[in-house]
């Protein structure tokens, strides 16, 4: 069974706004570190935003500080990213991934979650 159902992926142009949803249908959502990280075509997987179980720590990539917006409701055991002014470099395979709270979950570029979702594409056309 999945953990992570990630949904709100589509197709948007340049300067558009999605909103990514992450439900997670485990039984210790409440103590996870989440993130989001993303696959662009032809490159490789790169993170992209994570934050601490009470939503208190939240780190970005420096590729979306200002722009995206992560966000998590405990009652809905859901994770959000809400994006905006998207580029067509956003273009990619959106995952939600989760983890123990373990160090090196702050540092987004290098953190290897365990628990992965299916993803949800997210295409930005020029």
């Known amino acids: 069974m999945v953990r992570l159902v990630e949904s709100g992926g589509g197709s948007v142009q340049t300067g558009g706004a999605l909103r990514l949803s992450c439900e997670d249908t485990g039984y210790d959502y409440s103590s996870s570190c989440m993130g989001w990280f993303r696959h662009p075509p032809g490159k490789d997987r790169e993170g992209v935003a994570s934050?601490?179980?009470?939503?208190?720590?939240?780190y970005y990539a420096e590729s979306v500080k200002g722009r995206f917006t992560i966000s998590r409701n405990h009652a809905e055991k859901t994770l959000f990213l809400q994006m905006n002014n998207l580029k067509p470099e956003d273009t990619g395979m959106y995952y939600c991934?989760?983890?123990?709270?373990?160090?090196?979950?702050?540092?987004?570029?290098?953190?290897?979650?365990?628990?992965w979702g299916q993803g949800t594409q997210v295409t930005v056309s020029s």
């Open positions: 934050i601490s179980p009470a939503g208190v720590s939240i």
């Open positions: 991934a989760a983890d123990t709270c373990a160090p090196g979950w702050q540092a987004i570029a290098t953190w290897l979650p365990r628990e």
